[in-house]
């Protein structure tokens, strides 16, 4: 075991697919979990004996996520260590400050599965490398799209190769990217919006949306003015197909754009992610209406970091 015994893990909320990048494009926004990770007592128990585990959460989730070892973190921990062939802590502590939405596609999963990985990996499994991080994040989460800019901050774009094998590459977004995140009170779980999209799509709508990502990623890191990134933000692979489980957000994202805002689902949804200027706030608050939790964000840089509470 490390050293350390505790250590301190933050983890930015993503938004994925940013409309024609479908589980391949994901940005890292300055919002966040904090989770302190606690080894109280590595001391192995005798066979068949379970290992304790403590789970305190406050802010979103509290009262209604496990606190056993069916935490999204524990499990995250419990695999990491499995990986690197290190010894299951007899007990373990988990002390979660939640601030991303839960079901609104901001990523709260991806941020709970790099959170346990990452400490987990501070606290007994250093050998581990970051592509091991990356590689087992992606098969806890079933897709790189998310887990990519949690872990690496900014723009980033995931796929994987013919193995199986997932990679990234890390994009620094133009500072004049200004993300607006539009958060319903409504939820919405990956699983019911991806079982939404069909098998086959038409050719010409694939090629659309090959076209459209291209466009997004030169007007995101170059040139982000809002005319072209309208343009760049159409998508005809994913939104259409999953409107019937979120009218609200379709209608939404159809009525911003109508306007000439650029706005996508934020990942499966239902939060709608806009990119917006000094001048695009009013019209997003006049479109959104009550309903809605709207909070404008940056773009985070870094990504996850782990520190021990020594150094906070």
Known sequence: MSPSSTVMVRVPATSANLGPGFDSLGLALTLYDEVEVSILDDTPGAEGDAPGVEVHVEGEGAG???????HLIVRAVRATLDLAGAPQPRRLRLRCHNRIPHARGLGSSSAAICAGILAARA????????????????RMEGHPDNVAPCLSGGLTIAWSDLSGTPHK???????????VVCVPRTRLSTEEARGLLPKDVPHADAAANAG??????AALTQRPESGLLLAATEDRLHQAYRAPAMPGTADLVERLRVARVPAVVSGAGPTVLVFGTADTHDLIASEVGSDWHIQPLDVDRSGASVESPETR
């Open 64 to 70: 209604e996520l496990d606190t056993g070892e069916g």
């Open 123 to 138: 606290l007994a499994a250093p050998s581990l490398s970051d592509d091991d991080v990356f590689a087992l994040a992606t």
């Open 169 to 179: 590459l890390e994009l620094s977004p133009h500072g004049g990217v200004r993300p």
């Open 212 to 217: 459209r990502a291209a466009l997004l990623i």
